[in-house]
């Protein structure tokens, strides 16, 4: 699949603040900063990495930025359905079926069928929907662009001795893992990591997908739950009315019944879980994956790797509140070089997407030693030279008191040392000890599947279903067409009526 040599750039997506007004990338920026709740999170993250992440990089031939294409609706159909991006579009209907005008109630309650409402709320003005459905099919297209060059599709001419296919892509503005098949949620209205799994799981066969934002990853898991090629495996915080409310280890089992417990892992972290738990059992549980899933005769194990990283399971999250975990920048960017070198041993492609994180700051600090992480597969030990001191810039100010890329996260000692120590280390001991049986249950129940000691209920030899999946023909046509270089303008591609 791979040169022996692994010489193959990194490629990195991202939208670009500096770009003359009226391109693509000036529309992009726009479209990024769409989600307030983000405050200033994409042109702060763009403006890092150009300045100070992305040179050194290139220097040393290890990324290359590419300007992502726009997707269109006929991407987003690959997953969602059609009336719900109608909604998304064009807001409520003015007129029932018989074209009668609605009331403001009735019109509320069709939005609320999509869960338009609230964190997903649609604007009441036109300029408004134009600008969601613009960052809509940004989002989305950065993800299926990163996707299809692992898949070897590049949308641009290759310059001299540019390998075909990107060996790891990065779109940290994706990662909208809550949204449903015709449901938003969580400020996700398109779910851009479904999609891009898609086309990762038709190019390269058995997939996995992990997710460590702090959130389950309940929209990649419907999506996938009725098919044992996208193996998905989400880390959260699970507790009473913490959002969106699944993932407990009881729930793990998914509609499927037992079965699913092998293809739809949840492992739910304990509060306060910090580095020092936290990333070893990540390495363990991917590690695990990769060696139970070998001996999936059918698949022959897996064949492609898509990482969600979200910032919000570092200490202190805003929005989260003092519940969360107590990650550290160090701490999510370890999992980001883990993942990249064992696929780099695997030799298999990765996919490396954002997600949330409401410290705009520590957002953009973690994503851009991601981005350093990731590039740990082409020059290992770059991560660890990376100058910590964040150089004079636009947000400089931003960096303060420190002005260093990492944050300091809390150690156990640190986090368990008052009064209360026993109790609460107890309790995280129990969490981590909770995690790892979820884990080994799985392991254990795939060694059986593999060597027959179980079924899967009717589906051997049969049709797998993904969620939102239309024909699959017309689906390869069409991915092939995006890869091919088409940048479908959003705003010409009408949702049919
Ligand atoms: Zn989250």
Known sequence: MFSSSY?????????????????????????????????DREAMLSELLQKYVLPPLMKLGAIKPVQPMVAGVSHLLKFHDRDYLKAIKRGAPERDASGAPLSASA??????????????????????????WRYCCAVAGGSLHAASLLAGYPAEPLARGEARR???????????????????GGFCFVNDAVLALQLLRRRFGKTMYLDIDIHHADGVEEAFAGTRSVVTVSFHKHGHGFFPGGGGLSDAHGPRGRD???????????????????????????GGLFRGHEEDSASG???????????????????????????????????????????????????????GGYSDVNAVRTFALCTVAACEGVRPGVLG????????HQYFPKYGPT????????????????????????????????????????????????????????????????????????EEEEEEAAAEGERANPMEVGVES
Not at 17 to 37: C, F, V
Not at 173 to 179: L, S
Not at 267 to 274: A, H, I, K, Q, S
Not at 331 to 352: A, N
Request: glycine fraction near 14%; hydrophobic fraction near 35%.
């Open 7 to 39: 010489t193959s750039h990194l490629q990195y997506l991202c939208r670009r603040s500096s770009a003359p007004a009226g391109d693509l990338g000036s529309r992009l920026t726009n479209a990024g900063d769409y989600l307030q709740i983000h405050g």
């Open 107 to 132: 019109r509320l309650a069709a939005l609320e069928a999509y869960n338009l409402v609230d964190d997903c709320a649609v604007p009441p003005t036109p300029e408004g929907r134009a600008e969601l």
């Open 166 to 184: 990107a060996t790891v892509a990065c779109n940290w503005g994706g990662g909208r893992h809550h949204a449903h098949r015709s449901m938003g």
């Open 260 to 286: 699913s417990h092998f293809h739809s892992l949840n492992l739910p972290m304990p509060d306060g879980v910090t580095d020092g738990d936290f990333v070893p059992f990540f390495a363990e549980v991917l």
């Open 301 to 355: 194990g897996f064949k492609a790797v898509c990482l969600a990283v979200g910032a919000d399971g570092l200490h202190g999250d805003p929005i989260v509140g003092p519940d969360g975990w107590s990650l550290s920048t160090h701490g999510l960017s370890e999992c980001v070089r883990h993942c990249t070198l064992k696929c780099r041993d695997e030799k298999v492609p990765l996919l490396v997407l954002g997600g």
């Open 385 to 392: 030279r990376f100058p910590a001191a964040v150089p004079d």
């Open 403 to 474: 002005f260093e890329m990492h944050t300091p996260g809390p150690t156990r000692r640190g986090m368990y040392g008052g009064s209360d120590a026993g109790r609460q280390k107890k309790k995280l001991d129990a969490g981590m000890d909770d995690a790892r049986s979820a884990l080994a249950v799985s392991l254990a129940g795939l060694k059986a599947q593999a060597t027959g000691g179980i079924q899967f209920g009717g589906e051997e030899g049969g049709e797998e279903e993904v969620e939102g999946e239309e024909d699959e023909e017309e």
